[in-house]
């Protein structure tokens, strides 16, 4: 149980180390983020495997 309390505080601490430069580049994720062709190739991405027959595997697992 010791460990997991070490590893713990060390998730802890990289994540509040990560922040600061995190907030300092933001308008950059933003735009990243907000950006019409990321989220067009995504939407075509999961569009494509849903009519491809992928999502039938993942749910029933048919037999090779």
């Keep these: 149980m010791f460990w997991a309390y070490i590893t713990l505080i060390i998730l802890f601490a990289i ?11 933001l308008p950059v994720w ?9 989220w067009g190739s995504v939407s075509a991405l999961i569009y494509t ?5 992928l999502i039938f595997d993942i749910i029933r697992s048919p037999p090779m």
């Design 49 to 53: 495997c849903a009519i491809s027959g």
């Design 30 to 38: 933003l735009s990243f983020i907000q950006s019409v062709t990321l």
């Design 15 to 25: 994540v509040a180390f990560l922040v600061k430069p995190f907030i300092d580049y």
